[in-house]
C-alpha cells in the first residue's frame, strides 16, 4: 500500500508537522524520523526536520522534506532554554501544527516550546534510556510527557509505564517499520554483493556473519569474536565475521576489540568495515546475521530487516526481541523465524550461528519465508507510517 492510499487523513492535508531529532546519521531515530516526513509528503503534509545535519539529511530532502538547521544535539542545560525560545519562533514563523520529539535533550526543549503556544507534542520513545539519580531520571522523562508517547514495541511500552506512570493513559505502541520494497530480495542484484565482499575484502570462499551495530559494549561484539574462535575450534573455518558500524569515536573500544580477535586467534577472520550505506545488500551477502546485545533492544530493526530479506538471524532473547524473532519455546521449532539465545553467552551465540549456518536448503527456504510474512504482517513501513499519521490526526482533532 502507498503512503498516500486511504490513510492519508484529510485532515493532516496541508498542515505542518516537525520533528526534532539530534543529527540524522544512522541509528533508528533517525531513520525513522526521514520515513515518517517521507510519508508526511505523500499524504500532502509540509514536513520539517529540525537537526544539526548529518547522512540522512540528503535522502530527506529528495523525499520532499525539508531541513532546518538547528543545534539539537546539545544537552548543555542553558542552552536547551535558548533552543526552546528559538524553537518557539520557528513554530510561529513556519505555522507548524505538532512537533514529534525523538531524543531527549531536543525533546526538553520542544516541550518548553510547545506548552505555551498550546501546540500538540509528541515524543517516541526509541531506547531504554538508563538513569538512577533523581537528576537522571528527571531528564530522562522529557520523553513521557508528550501529549502522547509512542512506544516502539510492547517491552518498551512497559518500560514507559513502570519508569513513568504518569504517562500511562498517553501510550502509543506503534512498532518500527520496514520498508519492503527496499528490503526485499528481488531488489538485490549480484552485483551490489560482490560490491560489497570486495570493498571488505571478503574472500570467494568465506560465508558472512554480519553484526550490523555501533560499535559500542553492549551491542555485544566480544561476545561474538569469542564465539568466532569457538567456531574456528569446531572446525568452521571459512567464516568471516563483519563488523559492520561506526565507532562514533569509540578508540579505546576498537582497540579492545582488536587486542582480543588477535589473542584469541581469530584476527584473519574478524572484518570492521564501519559504516554500511547499502544494508539490503548487506544482508543479502551475509549467511547469518547476528544481534548479540548485552543489555535490552527497546526495538532492534536489524533483526526484522534481516529477516524481510530472508536471512538468518540469531538474536539475544532480551527486550523487544520476542516480538521480532519467533523461536521456540513461544512456537514450534518448525515455526521459528530465528533463533533466541541467553546474553553473553558465546557458547550458545556459536551453536545457534553454527545452525544457521548448517541449514539445509529446504530449511532455509521455508524459514526465510516465514520470517518475511512475519515482517509483512507485523513490521511493515506502510503500518507505522499509518498509525503515526492517524496518531497526529487524533492529537490535532483534540486540540480544536
Same mark, same amino acid.
Given at each position: ?29 533517525? /531513520?525513522?524520523? @526521514?520515513? =515518517?516526513?517521507?510519508?508526511? +509528503?505523500? %499524504?500532502?503534509?509540509? #514536513?520539517?526536520? *529540525? ?80 538513569? /538512577?539519580?533523581? @537528576?537522571? =531520571?528527571?531528564?530522562?522523562? +522529557?520523553? %513521557?510527557?508528550?501529549? #502522547?508517547?509512542? *512506544? ?249
Amino acid at each position: 500500500m502507498h503512503y498516500a492510499d486511504a490513510r492519508s487523513p484529510a485532515e493532516l492535508r496541508g498542515r505542518t508537522i516537525l520533528q526534532i531529532v539530534p543529527e540524522l546519521d544512522a541509528g533508528g531515530a533517525e /531513520r525513522t524520523a @526521514v520515513d =515518517i516526513a517521507s510519508g508526511l +509528503v505523500q %499524504a500532502g503534509v509540509r #514536513a520539517l526536520v *529540525a537537526t544539526e545535519g548529518g547522512r540522512l539529511v540528503a535522502e530527506l530532502q529528495a523525499k520532499g522534506g525539508s531541513w532546518i538547521p538547528f543545534p539539537a544535539k546539545t544537552k548543555n542545560p542553558f542552552s536547551i532554554l535558548s533552543n526552546a525560545r528559538r524553537l518557539k519562533r520557528i513554530i510561529r514563523e513556519e505555522g507548524v501544527d505538532l512537533v514529534h520529539a525523538r531524543s531527549r535533550a531536543p525533546a526538553w526543549s520542544a516541550y518548553l516550546a510547545t506548552g505555551p503556544l498550546g501546540v500538540p507534542f509528541v515524543t517516541t520513545y526509541h531506547g531504554s534510556y538508563q538513569g /538512577r539519580s533523581k @537528576v537522571k =531520571i528527571l531528564y530522562n522523562s +522529557v520523553m %513521557a510527557r508528550g501529549d #502522547a508517547v509512542i *512506544a516502539n514495541s510492547h517491552y518498551t511500552a512497559r518500560l514507559i509505564a513502570e519508569k513513568h506512570p504518569f504517562a500511562r493513559d498517553r501510550i502509543a505502541i506503534i512498532h518500527r517499520g520496514t520498508d519492503l520494497k527496499l528490503y526485499a530480495p528481488g531488489q538485490v542484484d549480484h552485483g551490489r554483493i560482490e560490491r560489497l565482499r570486495s570493498a571488505w575484502g571478503i574472500g570467494p570462499h568465506q560465508r558472512i556473519i554480519l553484526c550490523a551495530a555501533r560499535l559500542t559494549p553492549w551491542k555485544g561484539q566480544k561476545v561474538l569474536i569469542e564465539a568466532a574462535r569457538l567456531l574456528r575450534e569446531a572446525g568452521e573455518s571459512d567464516i568471516a565475521i563483519v563488523l559492520a558500524g561506526d565507532d562514533q569515536g569509540r578508540s579505546g573500544y576498537v582497540r579492545e576489540l582488536d587486542t582480543m580477535a588477535e589473542t584469541l586467534g581469530v584476527k584473519d577472520m574478524v572484518f570492521r568495515v564501519g559504516h554500511c550505506a547499502d544494508m539490503p545488500a548487506a544482508f543479502m551477502a551475509a549467511a547469518v546475521v547476528a544481534v548479540p546485545s548485552t543489555e535490552p533492544e527497546a526495538f532492534g530493526r536489524t533483526a526484522t530487516e534481516a529477516q524481510a530479506m530472508g536471512t538468518p538471524v540469531v538474536v539475544t532473547d532480551l527486550g523487544a526481541v520476542p516480538e521480532t524473532v519467533l523461536a521456540p519455546p513461544e512456537v514450534p521449532a518448525a515455526a521459528r523465524t530465528g533463533w533466541r539465545i541467553k546474553p553473553g553467552d558465546p557458547e550458545a551465540l556459536a551453536e545457534a550461528l553454527s545452525g544457521a549456518l548448517n541449514l539445509g536448503a529446504t530449511a532455509h527456504d521455508a524459514m526465510a519465508l516465514r520470517a518475511r510474512q512475519h515482517v509483512e504482517k507485523h513490521f511493515s513501513l506502510d503500518s507505522m507510517v499509518a498509525a503515526t499519521l492517524r496518531l497526529y490526526v487524533a492529537l490535532l482533532e483534540r486540540g480544536r
